[in-house]
């Protein structure tokens, strides 16, 4: 298997643009998190899905974000409109139901907004 | 909510023993994960305990004592490899995982 796979690796943008961040997840895994990671605040839990359902989105920081998982094997992050303080690397990850203690993080993106 | 407190960094030589302590505070506690990043890297798993005592994986090991709501991650026979940050993190209610700040551990020659 490829690993959770994330694209783009690296996006730059401006201030005002829309972002779109993708995710394959491992086939067959159940769960899927998107985290966002910062000097300042660490590894930070934005929202997480179960059979593709959202089960809690309450790390969304304000409703510029939202995430979406369409089917099993795909799952977009939006930012709209980008701020300079979403400048981070958001990191995707996914797991089996019976044992998501065990992640498994994609290479994440590295988000900057001028 | 949840809290998790870590030290935020660590140093010691090669060959060394090093104790990365983790307390927790949260409603919904399932179990104590821990996982290792390398600069530029993404979180990889180390282990995880959903009971009192050690885990034994290698040259690392995990403890958890759930009645004091603390966990540690022991690093045996340091390598210069084992130079990370290291992450506890919280399995509680319906799945969710929160990662504490975070403890970086250099190793010296």
């Known amino acids: 298997d490829a690993g959770v796979i994330q694209s783009p690796r690296h996006e730059v943008t401006e201030m005002g643009q829309e972002v779109t961040l993708r995710c394959k997840p491992i086939?067959?895994?159940?769960?899927l998190f998107w985290y966002r990671q910062t000097m300042m605040r660490g590894l930070e839990l934005l929202i997480y899905f179960n059979n593709n359902v959202p089960i809690d989105d309450s790390g969304m920081p304000e409703d510029r974000f939202s995430a979406k998982m369409p089917n099993a094997s795909f799952s977009t992050l939006k930012i709209q409109p980008s701020e300079p303080r979403d400048s981070a690397v958001y990191f995707c990850?996914?797991?089996?139901?019976?044992?998501?203690?065990?992640?498994?993080f994609g290479s994440g993106t590295q988000l900057s907004v001028l | 909510g949840q809290s998790l407190e870590q030290p935020s960094e660590v140093t010691a030589v090669e060959g060394a023993i090093v104790q990365i302590n983790c307390t927790y505070q949260?409603?919904?506690?399932?179990?104590l994960s821990w996982y290792q990043q390398h600069d530029g890297g993404a979180p990889t798993f180390l282990s995880y305990n959903a009971l009192d005592g050690l885990e034994e994986t290698g040259r690392f090991s995990s403890f958890l004592s759930r009645s004091d709501s603390y966990g540690y991650l022991l690093l045996q026979e340091l390598q210069m490899k084992d130079s990370a940050s290291y992450f506890c993190a919280v399995k509680g209610s319906w799945g969710k995982l929160q990662f504490g700040a975070g403890t970086q551990v250099v190793v010296t020659p």
């Open positions: 990850a996914s797991s089996f139901q019976s044992t998501n203690e065990k992640l498994f």
């Open positions: 949260t409603s919904g506690f399932y179990g």
């Open positions: 086939s067959g895994h159940d769960y």
